[in-house]
């Protein structure tokens, strides 16, 4: 059974850090395309980052510069290094991954191809 648990999310002023972690068992981690999801209060779901089997990496616009997606494939572990925080990346951020080994620009965006979902670590960035 896949299974994806977040840890690491918080309280943080604006400007300051965090590191997400998921961990993932139930599956050949290192094959497939992995990604971070963000849901604001109220706000539709949408794609931060993913990485794929290769460890090719896409961010969304708005996270280009401060945010690093990785995957330590020894461990079974995604990472997402946010650095330089707004208020505006407050939200539930969600780990999950894919069917295929490389995620279509529809999944990167919206998760549409993810088939499997961690249920979320809170990040609050404070102004």
């Known amino acids: 059974e896949v299974h994806l648990e977040e840890s690491g999310g918080g309280s943080v002023q604006a400007g300051g850090s965090l590191r997400l972690s998921c961990k993932a068992s139930?599956?050949?981690?290192?094959?497939?395309?992995m990604g971070w999801f963000r849901q604001g209060s109220g706000k539709a779901r949408e794609g931060i980052a993913t990485?794929?089997?290769?460890?090719?990496?896409t961010y969304e616009d708005s996270v280009k510069g401060r945010f690093v997606i990785s995957r330590d494939n020894d461990k079974n572990m995604l990472y997402l290094d946010m650095n330089s925080l707004k208020p505006e990346d407050s939200g539930t951020y969600y780990c999950?991954?894919?069917?295929?080994?490389?995620?279509?620009?529809?999944?990167?965006?919206?998760?549409?191809?993810?088939?499997?979902w961690g249920k979320g670590t809170l990040v609050t960035v404070s102004s």
């Open positions: 139930g599956y050949t981690f290192h094959w497939y395309c």
């Open positions: 990485i794929n089997g290769d460890q090719t990496t």
């Open positions: 999950a991954r894919d069917w295929s080994r490389n995620c279509a620009m529809e999944t990167q965006r919206t998760g549409a191809g993810m088939t499997a």
